[in-house]
Nanobody, 125 residues
């Protein structure tokens, strides 16, 4: 059974940090690129970060550059997203997603075949 399971979300004050994890099972993680998406209430889902299967390439949406860092440990079937200097605007449900085929538009959710159930990140004082 193919699964992606996110964890690590929670409530944090502005300026704080969280580390999200995405654990894969039922498929070989090293054969897939991984992206993180988020969806805030009343907004469309947006691509936040991307990491290639070998971790050679990473991309970030402009609003999180310099604050978020994607990494992965294929031996542990796990991908991470480090969230630093969090802002209230980062409040959303965060999802990890996997795709087996490369395409230039990493931020388009239609190219991802496996999705996690999401983890809530709330940034508030």
């Amino acid at each position: 059974q193919v699964q992606l399971v996110e964890s690590g979300g929670g409530l944090v004050q502005p300026g704080g940090s969280l580390r999200l994890s995405c654990v894969a099972s039922g498929f070989t993680l090293s054969d897939y690129d991984i992206a993180w998406f988020r969806q805030a209430p009343g907004k469309e889902r947006e691509g936040v970060s991307y990491i290639s299967r070998s971790a050679v390439s990473t991309y970030y949406v402009d609003s999180v550059k310099g604050r978020f860092t994607a990494s992965r440990d294929n031996a542990k079937n796990t991908v991470y997203l480090q969230l630093d200097s969090l802002k209230p605007a980062d409040t959303a449900v965060y999802y990890c997603a996997a795709r087996p085929t490369y395409s230039a538009s990493w931020y388009l959710d239609s190219s991802y075949v496996y999705w996690g159930q999401g983890t809530q990140v709330t940034v508030s004082s």
